[in-house]
């Protein structure tokens, strides 16, 4: 995968298609993607998600658990590992791009959806919330954004105006069917 690039070729020649949700930190974007990949995978899709965390200084892991007690130690890597899932923490010395990340999941996925990289990324749904932060983040005429999700009659019309579909907030179920359509799968 190519930086910007909207779709991985796997060794086994599947090409896993990619998709990011950006939107305003606060503007509910996290809760209605993870209801998107609800419906996804009701709908029989194997998706892996990626999110961008944005704050350099914050460690991932939970401040006074166990595997964060570890590293603070200096184990590299701590492995949390339980009946039905396992976590891998590691220390890195530079954050990971896109394209690494999408090639260390992409052997399980059927579809990548990933959370911010809006620099990266190369098919984003924008979501955008009335009265959050009410502009936009990536240009409506941008050829990377497919849809947005907003209340915006403003916004709405933009995307008319380029041809491009829009979804009101509570549009789960379209916006999955929209991506499987999209994603051919």
């Given at each position: 995968?190519?930086?910007?690039?909207?779709?991985?070729?796997?060794?086994?020649?599947?090409?896993?298609?990619?998709?990011?949700?950006?939107?305003?930190?606060?503007?509910?974007?996290?809760?209605?993607?993870?209801q998107v990949v609800g419906a996804l995978c009701d709908l029989g899709v194997t998706v892996g998600v990626i999110k961008h965390h944005g704050h350099d200084d914050a460690p991932l892991?939970?401040?006074?658990?166990?595997?964060?007690?570890?590293?603070?130690?200096?184990?590299?890597?701590?492995?949390?590992?339980?009946?039905?899932?396992?976590?891998?923490?590691?220390?890195?010395?530079?954050?990971?791009?896109?394209?690494?990340?999408v090639a260390e999941i992409a052997p399980e996925c059927q579809l990548i959806v990933v959370e911010g990289y809006r620099q990266q990324a190369g098919h984003i749904i924008e979501f955008?919330?009335?009265?959050?932060?009410?502009?936009?983040?990536?240009?409506?005429?941008?050829?990377?954004?497919?849809?947005?999700?907003?209340?915006?009659?403003?916004?709405?019309?933009?995307?008319?105006?380029?041809?491009?579909?829009?979804?009101?907030?509570?549009?789960?179920?379209?916006?999955?069917?929209?991506?499987?359509?999209?994603?051919?799968?």
């Amino acid at each position: 995968m190519q930086e910007g690039s909207a779709t991985l070729e796997r060794a086994d020649g599947c090409v896993i298609p990619i998709i990011a949700f950006v939107g305003w930190s606060g503007s509910g974007k996290t809760r209605f993607a993870e209801q998107v990949v609800g419906a996804l995978c009701d709908l029989g899709v194997t998706v892996g998600v990626i999110k961008h965390h944005g704050h350099d200084d914050a460690p991932l892991d939970v401040a006074g658990k166990d595997s964060w007690r570890y590293a603070q130690a200096g184990a590299v890597p701590v492995v949390v590992s339980g009946a039905s899932e396992y976590l891998v923490s590691r220390r890195v010395q530079r954050e990971r791009s896109l394209a690494e990340l999408v090639a260390e999941i992409a052997p399980e996925c059927q579809l990548i959806v990933v959370e911010g990289y809006r620099q990266q990324a190369g098919h984003i749904i924008e979501f955008m919330r009335e009265g959050h932060r009410a502009q936009h983040i990536i240009a409506a005429d941008d050829p990377r954004l497919l849809a947005m999700v907003t209340d915006s009659a403003a916004a709405a019309q933009e995307m008319a105006a380029v041809d491009k579909p829009c979804f009101d907030l509570d549009d789960v179920g379209a916006v999955a069917r929209y991506i499987v359509e999209w994603a051919e799968l």
